[in-house]
């Protein structure tokens, strides 16, 4: 390990330690129980409606809809599963592609392989570390054909269904340019907004610029339900549609067992939408905390040299998971190994997507900017009350 980079970890470590109140280990994203977690919980398990039907379903759909400035949200098990749903409600099928980047948790790639559909990998800008519409708009004058039924790949001669841009750890991607590019190919965009629940694009929230979105509240995002995720639009129609196939497609009625599509089981517990009712309404308590660890970090991190992230002007963060870039693969790995070893918990960012086994065979572009990243980039411990 070379002295300069095992110098930076060490004082790294001491810095966050300094900042993170901690018996041993510090984790990367902890959650933060500090609003009417238990109140609501106790109160789910005393009335018995802990599963599939109950007041706190319709309560955290009716929250996350003023949040985000949607319509319609749609309360799942899981972020998953609001993008498999999101997915096929914007007309993803069988030998489609799918516009996405390869920089991005494995869900995004997995959900739109659950629709039998193919994932295009394009690149991110380095700044969001989001979709690129330069990318986009390259890819589209090459292969893209507007045709009557929408966009086909001139070279595959298959229809192109989506674009899945995903907002890199809260970052949000350039995603007005990016549907102004799709709207000129006829291509609907799904923002998997799984990590940005709180982020904004000039003023307009995470989730809302999508003909169709996904949130996730797993157990490391901004805000959990222990597990859970969900679907938010703008369109009356795909709500309703999104709450009918998330509920095995049945057709209301007293007591007949009917349903007339092939649905999913996808909705979110009553009790996992009590954890997460609290949550929600702690957002902004959370969000203010997360704020000011980042600020703490500027401060101590600008002095030992160490590069920390953050997004262009133009977004408002939710400062989901915060990064450090590093000078070389090297230096990312020995940062890694120093860390981990001396009780910080750090991660590096993904391995791109077309380097599984089950994606290598996909097309991608050069990629430039995601392996700039992939080699450079590490998150560091993101929530904590400091
Ligand atoms: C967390 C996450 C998801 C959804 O994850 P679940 O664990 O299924 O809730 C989807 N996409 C991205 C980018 C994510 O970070």
């Given at each position: 390990m070379s002295d300069t980079v095992y110098s930076k970890a060490k004082e790294f470590v001491t810095a966050v330690k300094d900042l993170i109140p901690a018996e041993s280990f510090i984790p990367l994203h902890p959650p933060v129980f500090n609003g009417k977690e238990k109140e609501y919980l106790i109160e789910t398990v005393d009335s018995t409606?802990?599963?599939?039907?109950?007041p706190f379903v319709d309560k955290v759909e009716t929250q996350l809809a003023s949040l985000t400035g949607c319509k319609k949200a749609v309360a799942v098990v899981n972020g998953t599963a609001a993008l498999h749903t999101a997915l096929k409600l914007a007309g993803v099928m069988r030998e489609t592609e799918v516009i996405t980047q390869s920089l991005t948790f494995i869900a995004t790639a997995n959900a739109i392989s659950y629709l039998g559909a193919l994932p295009v990998f394009l690149d991110v800008d380095l700044d969001t570390m989001g979709l690129s519409p330069s990318s986009v708009r390259a890819f589209l004058e090459e292969f893209g054909e507007i045709r009557e039924d929408g966009c086909y790949n001139k070279s595959t001669g298959?229809?192109?269904s989506a674009c899945v841009p995903m907002h890199t750890f809260g970052f949000m991607t350039r995603i007005e340019e990016l549907i102004r590019v799709c709207r000129e190919y006829n291509i609907p965009v799904v923002e998997d907004a799984a990590e940005a629940l709180g982020s904004s694009y000039r003023g307009k929230p995470a989730?809302?610029?999508?003909e169709i979105s996904a949130l996730s509240f797993n157990?490391?995002?901004?805000?959990?339900?222990g597990g859970g995720g969900a679907i938010l639009t703008t369109n009356d129609e795909l709500g309703s549609k999104a709450k009918h196939i998330t509920t095995t497609a049945k057709v209301p009625h007293r007591w007949e067992y009917r349903h007339d599509e092939i649905g999913f089981n996808y909705r979110m517990p009553n009790v996992n939408a009590a954890l997460l009712s609290a949550q929600l309404e702690s957002l902004d308590d959370i969000l203010k905390h997360k704020k000011q660890l980042f600020s703490a970090y500027v401060s101590s991190f600008e002095a030992m040299g160490l590069k920390l992230n953050q997004p262009p002007a133009e977004s408002e963060w939710n400062y989901w998971l915060m990064s450090v870039e590093l000078n070389s693969f090297e230096e990312r790995n020995a940062f890694l190994e120093y860390t981990n070893s001396n009780g910080v918990m750090t991660r590096p960012i993904w391995?791109?997507?077309?380097?599984?086994p089950m994606f290598e065979h996909c097309y991608k572009d050069d990629q430039k900017n995601s392996e700039y990243l992939e080699a450079r980039i590490v998150n560091i411990p993101s929530n904590a009350r400091v």
């Open positions: 409606f802990v599963s599939s039907v109950g298959r229809r192109i989730g809302s610029f999508g157990g490391n995002k901004v805000v959990t339900a391995e791109l997507m077309h380097r599984m």
